[in-house]
């Protein structure tokens, strides 16, 4: 079993529209949490950083831990065409240790 | 503004040629890392250093070697390039400054890509 899954399938939303993304994960030490963004012929950039279990919010966006299922989200409020991106989940589990395990990703379109 | 820098957005290589991918960055950060990126299989590590000199491999080593002979400057080596290494290759560099809870402490910063075909 790889150690976090994402379905990769992409995702098409009309602009407006919720967008939701999700990671499972099987390493219970994982307690370092992102999501990051790629644009097409771009490298990822980060998104958004958890610590633990809890939520955090950053204007349309919403990043949610949830350890005792070993599951995160992204949630993007009011999607826009500038959301249109490849999103990639990545968690580590230690301090110290920048090593990073990464989702497949999943690509998103906003539809104006 | 942290800035990873590729020698090369596009290659184009032969099978059994050696090739070299350098990165720069700009910010000084102890670690930097190579990746791929494949459709379907998302992105894998291939090596990553700690500090000059040093290098570990990632979960994808076979078939390519790596060089920090600089701080700033991380290079991936294809000793015998083979058409399975047509990929997406990354480059990334972070940080061990900050605590260990901080986000610096994880972020990773990317370089653009290079996009290697090998023919």
């Known amino acids: 079993q790889k150690e976090v899954e994402q379905d990769p399938g992409p995702l098409s939303v009309p602009e407006g529209a919720i967008v939701s993304l999700n990671c499972t994960y099987s390493?219970?030490?994982?307690?370092?949490f992102m999501w990051y963004r790629q644009y097409s012929r771009k490298g990822p950039e980060l998104l958004m950083y958890?610590?633990?279990?809890g939520n955090k919010e950053d204007g349309r966006f919403t990043a949610q831990v949830d350890k005792s299922s070993k599951y995160i989200s992204l949630f993007i409020r009011d999607s826009q065409p500038s959301d249109s991106a490849t999103y990639l989940c990545?968690?580590?589990?230690?301090?110290?240790?920048?090593?990073?395990?990464f989702g497949k990703g999943n690509q998103v379109v906003v539809i104006p | 503004d942290v800035k990873v820098t590729q020698s090369s957005r596009y290659l184009v290589k032969r099978t059994g040629e050696k090739v070299f991918l350098e990165c720069v960055q700009d910010?000084?950060?102890?670690?930097m890392f190579w990746y791929r990126q494949d459709p379907g299989l998302g992105l894998r590590l291939i090596y990553f250093?700690?500090?000059?000199?040093?290098?570990e491999k990632g979960d994808i080593p076979e078939g390519y070697s790596v060089s920090r002979e600089k701080k700033e400057r991380f290079s991936l080596i294809l000793e015998s390039a083979s058409t399975n290494q047509t990929s997406m290759y990354l480059c990334?560099?972070?940080?061990?400054?900050?605590?260990?809870?901080?986000?610096?402490?994880?972020?990773?910063?990317f370089g653009p890509g290079t996009r290697l075909t090998v023919t």
């Open positions: 990334a560099s972070s940080s061990n400054s900050g605590t260990d809870l901080s986000q610096s402490s994880y972020e990773q910063y």
């Open positions: 390493n219970s030490a994982f307690q370092y």
């Open positions: 958890t610590y633990s279990s």
């Open positions: 990545a968690m580590s589990a230690s301090y110290g240790n920048n090593r990073l395990a």
């Open positions: 910010m000084d950060h102890e670690n």
């Open positions: 250093s700690y500090d000059v000199k040093m290098k």
